[in-house]
């Protein structure tokens, strides 16, 4: 993006350095990273971090709408209906394919999420990027004004809001497996929280309870990130029930989840947003399904993403209300490294406090690929490849 910053960057790298820096990331948390972190940054040029800022208002300008927000509570499936909703997520993301259109690079919306992503670690990634790489002081991966200090402060007063952090949990399924444990590691780290496994959790009446060192704590607040596709898969038996009625206060309302996620897709329109529909609401397919990928609503981390459809592929599907077709993006060629170039998928994160008219862009983080699919690539042989973040002014 910006030319001479890739090639400074590029000059100074070394495998020595890169190797010092990935050490110092997984020690300084109590887990290791489990996804492959990229060598690089992203460097966004002025014009292109304003055409982003652009694309970023006109998405969420659709979703603050009154309309979206009663269309969004369909999203949600009957029978996974969560008590005590709110009016808006606390959490929310924007995942944009960089592409490029007659030389001018072009963000395309790929997906959106009402559900929390790696914003404690995101905070260390930078910490450890800046102080093993030499970045311009006056880049910076922030947005609306926050430096890190700023950041970690709204973090913790939407998460903690007026209780004590022991009274507040990340919420999980066997966080100790998960790939992105680090990120629980972070947010102990910086505001204090333990996380907790939904088997753990004691319920007493409409109030929640959770064991630490011999004590029992009260829950008063949960920041939950149970994904619900897991949820069911895993068949999970617990004391707990996200379906029970209790004093808690949800920071990310599982609701959310399904409220604002690729169901979200066909309903929005506009420069920045590819043609989706829902399968089950197409009359005919569209006449080039090569231009098009399958999708289901509701997995995560790419599971069940189809590149390679075709009508009898569709037409085998029986829970077609769980699956949406949307036109593909063709990523343009971005990060130029020591062999090819990379493609790069921005995430703009956003924190909603609780009274405010809409949310707010707070970070950033970016994944980058060679191959036919974009996400973080668990191959540690290649190179240029998985997750960092990118550096604007």
């Known amino acids: 993006m910006i030319p001479n910053l890739r090639e400074q960057y590029n000059a100074q790298f070394s495998e020595v350095r890169y190797s010092a820096f990935l050490d110092e990331l997984n020690s300084i948390l109590k887990y290791p990273t489990d996804f492959r972190v990229c060598e690089t940054p992203l460097f966004l040029s002025e014009d292109f971090n304003n055409e982003l800022l652009k694309a970023c208002d006109d998405i969420i300008s659709q979703l603050i709408t009154e309309e979206f927000r009663k269309n969004s509570v369909n999203a949600i499936p009957k029978h996974l209906i969560v008590p005590n909703d709110t009016n808006n997520p606390v959490f929310l993301s924007l995942d944009f394919a960089i592409t490029k259109d007659g030389g001018k690079f072009i963000p395309k919306l790929i997906e959106l999420q009402g559900f929390p992503t790696l914003y404690g670690y995101q905070y260390f990634l930078n910490r450890l990027v800046k102080k ?30 007026n209780e004590e952090p022991e009274n507040v949990i990340l919420l999980e399924i066997e966080p100790e497996k998960q790939k992105t444990r680090i990120d629980f590691a972070a947010m102990e780290k910086l505001i204090g929280i333990p996380e907790v496994c939904i088997t753990d959790l004691i319920k007493k009446g409409k109030k929640l309870f959770y064991k630490k060192d011999g004590r029992e704590f009260e829950v008063k607040r949960i920041y939950n990130r149970v994904i619900f596709d897991e949820l069911e898969r895993k068949q999970i038996q617990s004391s707990f029930s996200f379906f029970d009625e209790v004093d808690v206060h949800w920071v990310g309302h599982p609701n959310w989840f399904f409220r604002i996620s690729k169901y979200s897709l066909p309903q929005l329109k506009g420069n920045y947003v590819p043609e989706s529909y829902y399968l089950n609401q197409l009359e005919k397919y569209p006449d080039d399904l090569s231009r098009f990928v399958l999708k289901p609503l509701f997995s995560f981390a790419g599971l069940g993403v189809d590149v390679d459809i075709t009508k009898e592929k569709l037409d085998k599907i029986t829970d077609r209300e769980n699956y949406i077709l949307q036109q593909k993006v063709e990523y343009a060629p971005v990060i130029k490294t020591p062999d090819d170039y990379s493609k790069v998928e921005i995430r703009m994160m956003y924190l909603w406090e609780e009274h405010s008219p809409k949310p707010e862009l707070v970070l950033n983080l970016i994944r980058t690929s060679k191959g036919k699919m974009m996400g973080v690539d668990f191959n540690k042989n290649k190179t240029w490849i998985g997750s960092s973040l990118a550096y604007h002014l």
């Open 132 to 161: 093993y790489f030499d970045i311009p002081d006056s880049f910076t991966p922030y947005y609306s004004g926050f430096d890190e200090d700023e950041y970690v402060d709204l973090l913790e007063k939407i998460i903690l809001g």
